[in-house]
């Protein structure tokens, strides 16, 4: 029931009639990477959480726009759960590493060619 995602279809309306409208609210990107580093053991988790969802936005705003590319909550949320496996793997490295690292090896691996050097230049 994700009307405008691909390969879902709208309900026909004898079954709309059956449910209620519901209000949603985008959620605080920010808030919730904070919790998810905190979780993860990250001591600097507001400061990392403002930058990763700064980088994200630059990046929707400025890469090319194209259908694989994801910068909503669950690429979020799986950089973050990669920066904690990689934070638990290697402790010396400082934060700021781990989260850049994590960032570039979920994301490079599905850009386009042009737009590796923009998403270099945002982080």
Known sequence: MNPGYAGRTELP???KVLFRPVAMM????DLIAEIMLFAE?????????KKMVKLYK?????????D???????????VLVM???LKRAEPSLEEEQVLIRAMK?????????DDIPLFEAIV
């Open 13 to 15: 309306d004898n079954l």
């Open 26 to 29: 985008i959620p605080d990107y």
């Open 41 to 49: 053991g990250f001591t600097k988790a507001k400061e990392l959480s």
């Open 58 to 66: 630059l990046s929707s705003e400025q890469l090319s726009q194209q």
């Open 68 to 78: 694989h590319y994801d910068f909503g909550m669950r690429a979020v949320k799986s």
């Open 83 to 85: 920066a904690g496996s």
């Open 105 to 113: 090896d979920s994301n490079i691996p599905k850009f386009l060619k």
